[in-house]
């Protein structure tokens, strides 16, 4: 078996784990879930652990749950929820069945109260910041609460007033009674509910009370019957409380595993910090295009494929690492480089004149949409006398290496004819503002009978038929590697790039008029751009740069290599 094949068949850890439990019997099936908590909106972190969680479902023939995991009410709205339905869907997947861990407030409250009569939870009266201090830390033990040994019945009815609205926020709490002098801290009688007046996106205020993390996920994965509940590395050290509490209640019991966080270079992907992006007016919007949402990676022109081929190039890791931010834009580029079409546009204009054009000539040039794909056809080019070119395209005065066009020298012109430059004309400062050439009918790009050989080719529009649109060229958020870590006393907000959008005018060849919103094009020798949300209808286009092509094109140029 050759290498590649080998490491394409070799499975990662949690398959292996997967396949452990499934030979050994401990679970029929695989049962998997997505678990948002529904305050911000998913970024490309989640899109590694959605692909995760439905691929290894869809692999093995299970089902994936989408479940929010609502128990923050302070935190937590509705538009949220809307948007990471609407940014798994975009991505490609489709949960089997939509779960709130809210809807099981009642079931989770029983069960509270099953662990108090077993005497394994308390409730205890230290305030937040007692409780705290009685945990004690990583190398000293803590000690036990005053109010750890309140008799079961006791317990119970403090719990029920709790419940029933008669204390104070955070003046109670109900704790897990396991061991104050355990290693790992996550069992040293954790909270399990606390008291807070705040309204719920779903269930309002029915509750004053509110389940924590640990006592809400493992249950609701056992209620759902989940049997790999797959998480990220920081909840490793919960997974002991995870497994007591199935324990204890006597449920079902799913296998908790835990993978590295997804981390990317230049990027600041935790909601805390996207929230203040947002708020503070630094980006527009959750979807702003240099966000690292889905919903900014959608307005930027990602493709979904690009994603999850990303995803799944990465694969899972037991260890934290930061993964370049290169492969992601390699990614989309390779994708789009194979679906989307070539169109021409000129994003920094200077005006090219044929002096031997025939006046009100226009000539149709055929062009191929995608040389990948000749299934899709050809589009017309319209050619008039009067064309724009790429200003980095023509040179006064150029080395021998340099095939594009020269004042004396000739180039193609992509889907066109060949051009001679014999002139240019100037400002009053010098500056190169109308570029003469003569064409050569027989050179017609598809019937060319000249026998005439040039180096380079560029592209072009022609002036009497382009259309102008709004250009958004945008670049990388911050400027450094990670904006995760400043240098002391500088904060992510002192990265951020304030070049990271520039707006300009673009013209395009006619046939750009056609596509829609969210339609991505390759604008040949430029990059990947895809029609902005922004643009009206009918009227002027708005385009994003996705990618740029691979920064090779230049070197390959100065070669003579380019096309
Ligand atoms: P953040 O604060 O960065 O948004 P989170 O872990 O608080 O992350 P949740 O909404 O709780 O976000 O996460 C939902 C699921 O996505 C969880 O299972 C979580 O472990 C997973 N997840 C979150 N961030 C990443 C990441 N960077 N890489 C892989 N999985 C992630
Ligand atoms: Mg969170």
Not at 125 to 133: V, Y
Not at 236 to 261: M, S, T, V
Not at 283 to 298: A, I
Request: hydrophobic share 30%; charged share 30%; proline share 5%.
């Amino acid at each position: 078996m050759s290498e590649a094949s080998d490491k394409r068949e070799s499975k990662n850890f949690i398959e292996q784990a997967i396949d452990a439990d499934l030979t050994s019997g401990r679970f029929a099936n695989v049962q998997t879930r997505f678990p948002p908590e529904p305050n911000g909106y998913l970024h490309i972190g989640h899109a590694k652990s959605i692909c995760l969680n439905f691929g290894l479902a869809k692999k093995h023939g299970g089902t994936c749950n989408l479940r929010f995991d609502d128990t923050n009410p302070a935190k937590e709205e509705t538009e949220y929820v809307d948007s990471i339905m609407e940014d798994i869907r975009w991505l490609g997947f489709e949960w089997d069945s939509l779960h709130f861990a809210s809807d099981y407030f009642e079931q989770l409250y029983t069960w509270a109260e099953k662990l108090i009569e077993s005497g394994d939870a308390y409730v205890c009266d230290l305030s937040s910041e007692e409780t705290r201090e009685y945990r004690g830390t990583l190398t000293s033990p803590g000690k036990n609460s005053p109010f750890r040994d309140r008799s079961p019945a006791e317990n119970l009815d403090f719990f029920r007033r709790m419940r029933g609205g008669e204390f104070e926020d955070g003046s109670k709490s109900l704790r897990a009674k396991i061991d104050m002098t355990a290693p790992n801290i996550n069992l040293r009688d954790p909270v399990m509910y606390r008291i807070l007046r705040a309204t719920h996106h779903r269930t309002g205020d029915d509750w004053c009370i509110y389940p924590t993390y640990d006592w809400t996920h493992g249950q609701s994965d056992s209620i759902e019957g989940i049997t790999f509940s797959i998480c990220t590395l920081e909840f490793e050290n919960h997974r002991p409380l995870y497994d007591w509490f199935c324990e204890k209640l006597g449920i079902h019991h799913p296998r908790q595993i835990e993978f590295a966080k997804l981390k990317l270079s230049t990027l600041m992907i935790g909601k805390r910090f996207m929230l203040k992006l947002v708020k503070e007016g630094y980006v527009d919007g959750w979807d702003d295009p240099r966000m690292p949402t889905l919903s900014g990676y959608r307005r930027r022109g990602y493709t979904p494929e690009s994603i999850r081929n990303f995803c799944s190039d990465v694969g899972v890791a037991k260890f934290n690492s930061t993964i370049d931010i290169i492969r992601l834009e390699s990614s989309v580029r390779e994708h789009l480089n194979r679906v989307a079409p070539r169109r021409m546009a000129v994003l920094d204009p200077v005006k090219l004149t044929i002096t031997n054009w025939p006046d009100g000539h226009v000539v149709v040039n055929e062009a191929v949409n995608n040389p990948g794909e000749p299934s899709e056809g050809n589009r017309e080019i319209p050619m008039s006398g009067n064309l724009l070119i790429e200003r980095e395209d023509f040179r006064e005065e150029a080395p021998r290496k340099f095939f594009r066009l020269k004042k004396g020298g000739a180039v193609r012109l992509r889907a066109g004819f060949i051009v001679d430059c014999h002139d240019v004309v100037k400002d009053d400062d010098g500056n190169v503002i109308e570029i003469l050439c003569t064409y050569d009918p027989e050179t017609k790009s598809g019937s060319d009978t000249s026998g005439r050989k040039v180096k380079g080719t560029i592209h072009w529009v022609s002036a009497d038929h382009a259309d102008e649109f709004e250009v958004r060229l945008y670049d990388r958020l911050f400027t450094c590697e990670n904006p995760a870590a400043p240098e002391e006393g500088k904060t992510f907000l002192d990265y951020l790039n304030s070049e990271s959008l520039k707006v300009i005018t673009g013209y395009g060849e006619p046939c750009l008029r056609e596509h829609a919103v969210g339609d991505r094009v390759q604008f040949e020798r430029l990059g990947y751009f895809v029609v902005d949300k922004d643009s009206e209808p009918g009227g002027k286009q708005v385009f994003n740069r996705i990618v740029t092509l691979r920064d090779t094109w230049g070197k390959m140029e100065a070669k003579g290599k380019a096309d």
